[in-house]
């Protein structure tokens, strides 16, 4: 029998789940008890760890104080100023204002909103065609359904928008052909440093470089989605800071507050700010209702107080040379047919004979958490996990890839 919560990215028609309980650092326990490293900080978001009390104290402050009021015109708050200037500080973009919401999903949707009415306002209403890439996830709002490159999870939702089109996810000449067929009419390109939910791939230096040349040439916003490399999972703050090219917009989300409080948003540059601000009388309609929610932007500025003072950071470099060096090995031994990542987030691509569902499931009958992706099984875990840790979920893993 079902249960009232029709659970996402899951089957409606499942009649039961794996209830957790309670967190605490790098591991979660289930109703029964049984406690399992979490290998993926839960979905990609988890930096800090889990049950921190000085995150709980700092929201529970804000909310005693004033736990939320509308950003909408002529409305702000101390928290939301706060860290959208902390935020810009920590940004590569100089000049950068970041716009306050909710999600990834909604921050995606936010940037090609933003991509395209910064060119109107630049006097250019016909730049609207979107490029993404094969394999990108970019949320589930309907921009980020249409930016996506993961043909699932846009089945069956109809028409999505106009002016959004893909091209291969490796292929800088594609890419370039497909740029100079819409010449004149391109407003942005959006691309993940590194593609999460589609199975960890992480760009090339050159690749981002072609990017960013040929969005010069055109005219068109580069936009990154970091919504998994954001707030150090590449051991930087952001991933255009580890890859040294620079994007004009942003996305975050998970790791701004690892997930004690839902929270995104979009940092721009002065290309996307300045035509919005040319013009005294233009209003920016757009927004959400929990845009800049104070108690939200509490938990922000005390998750990034803790990665840097806990130099989570390094930990972070630390922690996927461990990951990575463990999941190479067990690719050059055979258990696995490949591994690939990039910081503190990898795959290991699985051999034709091998299942990334049962796998995942057989890692948590052995007190661990994977992701299945296709033929591949992910790992992204919190900066509080230790060595020991890491190497207790590598062999669970290599046990359970072993078919063991």
Known sequence: MTGAFLHPFAKPARPSFIRLVSGRGATVTTEDGRELIDGMA??????VGHGRQDMAEAVSRQMTTLEAYSAFDPFTTDPADAVCGKIAALSPIPGARVFLCGSGSEAVDSAMKLARVAHVQAGHPERTVIISRTRGYHGTNYGGTSAQGIAPNKAGYGTLLDDVIQVDADDIEAMSVAMEKNKGRLA???????????????????????????????????????????????????????????????????????????????????????????????????????????????????????????????????????????????????????????????????????????????????????????DCNTFCPPFVISDAQIDTLLDVFATAASGR
Not at 42 to 47: D, I, T
Not at 344 to 360: F, M, S, T, Y
């Open 42 to 47: 839960s979905l990609w978001y988890c930096a």
């Open 188 to 374: 942005a390109v959006i691309a993940e440093p590194v593609q999460g939910a589609g199975g960890v791939f992480p760009a090339t230096v050159e690749y981002l470089q072609g990017l960013r040349k040929l969005c010069d040439q055109h005219g068109a916003y580069l936009i990154y989605d970091e919504v998994i490399t954001g707030f150090g999972r590449l051991g930087e703050w952001f991933g255009a800071t580890h890859y040294g090219v620079i994007p004009d917009m942003i996305t975050f989300a998970k790791a701004v507050t690892s997930g004690y409080q839902p929270l995104g948003g979009v940092v721009c540059a002065p290309s996307v700010t300045q035509p919005l601000e040319a013009d005294p009388d233009f209003i920016l309609r757009h927004g959400y209702t929990y845009s800049g929610h104070a108690s939200v932007c509490a938990a922000a500025l005390k998750n990034i107080e803790i990665i840097e003072t806990e130099g989570l950071l390094a930990r972070s470099v630390q922690i996927g040379k461990r990951l990575g060096d463990g999941l190479t090995a067990l690719a050059n031994d055979g258990t696995i047919a490949a591994a690939r990542g990039r910081g503190a987030v990898w795959a290991a691509a699985l051999k034709p004979d091998q299942d990334a569902i049962k796998i995942r499931d057989r890692m948590l009958e052995l007190g661990a958490i994977t992701r299945a992706i296709n």
